[in-house]
């Protein structure tokens, strides 16, 4: 797959673009690797979308209350399937971070590129995720001054254990 970037949006995405963004100063020189599934373990729905488009109906299920003041986006979501969506142009800072510090430097989200994974810590990812996400890796890496893709885990140490264990970080250094 070739993958090209226009107007900061990967071409053939699916844009949805959230409000949940603010402007961007900092070079981009981090990716952080996230995942999401909305109930935990659930697939193939339009939870995640929904959550990070401001539109979640939060008494679909118990687990949802959690989210319900939260503000939240990532760059980008890779489905179970491979599809791929984006929220956020890469000129814009999406809102996946948290409370976060990556070499000493805090709030994470003003220089990085959030891209969520359906899934959860407790379960493999699909060879199409991984293919997707390398290639867009590698897409990522050619465009901008990328210094490091680290988990979400690493950055907010302590809060947060995505995408967790059973990621494979063998698959996207190549
Ligand atoms: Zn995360």
């Known amino acids: 797959m070739s993958l090209k970037i ?20 900092d070079d981009i020189e981090l990716v952080v ?10 697939y193939n729905n339009n939870y995640p979308k929904d959550l990070f488009l401001n539109r979640l109906d939060f008494s679909i299920h118990p687990s949802f209350e959690t989210l319900e003041n ?5 760059h980008l979501l890779i489905n179970r399937d491979g599809t791929l969506l984006q929220f956020v142009p890469f000129d814009r800072c999406a809102w996946h971070a ?3 510090i990556f070499e000493g430097r805090e709030d994470c989200n003003k220089f990085s590129i959030g891209i969520e994974l359906e899934g959860t810590v407790k379960e493999s990812y699909t060879d199409k995720q991984y293919l997707v996400l390398s290639d867009i890796i590698n897409l990522l890496k050619s465009k901008y001054p990328i210094k490091k893709i680290v988990a979400h885990s690493e950055i907010a140490a302590g809060r947060k254990d995505d995408p967790g264990p059973y990621f494979n970080w063998e698959k996207i250094n190549d």
């Open 98 to 100: 948290g409370q976060s």
């Open 70 to 74: 939260l503000k939240v986006s990532s």
């Open 6 to 25: 226009e107007n900061n949006l990967i071409v053939g995405a699916e844009v949805e673009l959230s409000p949940n963004s603010s402007e961007r100063y």
């Open 33 to 42: 690797i996230h995942c999401i599934s909305l109930p935990e373990g659930e």
